[in-house]
């Protein structure tokens, strides 16, 4: 029974180490970000890109881990409901960027990045649209 003890509480040091891990990864992912939009050169570009999606990466890998620590590997399998509200912020998402690239329609720049972001969103709604019904198909 010791050593059950033992085991429950190196598995709860474990999680909270982790936690730890999963939030300075998120917060690390925040500063590139916010870092991005302010590099110009190409070169320092790239590599806060590679930062960002090996940071994703390793914020997903913490995240796996940590779930079955909690018994909850169930919680990432994608839900109707669920893939429902991410096509509805999809949906808002893309219609605030296409009233943003309006509204900036004199910046033919910025009104062009905008329309090009609210494109990738259609495009991820079709994404979660087709998930939607794999999901359906696989029950």
Request: with cysteine; hydrophobic share 40%; glycine share 2%.
């Amino acid at each position: 029974m010791d050593s059950r003890i033992q085991q429950l509480e190196r598995k709860q040091k474990l999680y909270l180490m982790l936690r730890e891990q999963h939030d300075a990864e998120v917060k690390e992912l925040m500063h590139y970000m916010s870092v991005l939009t302010n590099v110009e050169n190409n070169l320092v570009r790239s590599y806060i890109h590679t930062l960002l999606t090996d940071g994703l990466r390793h914020v997903e890998y913490i995240a796996r881990i940590m779930a079955d620590i909690e018994g909850a590997t169930g919680s990432y399998h994608f839900t109707k409901k669920g893939i429902a509200e991410s096509i509805e912020d999809e949906k808002n998402s893309r219609d605030i960027l296409l009233k943003c690239a309006e509204l900036a329609s004199e910046d033919i720049e910025t009104a062009a990045i905008l329309k090009s972001i609210s494109v990738d969103e259609e495009h991820h709604i079709k994404i979660l649209e087709h998930l939607s019904e794999l999901v359906e198909a696989s029950k």
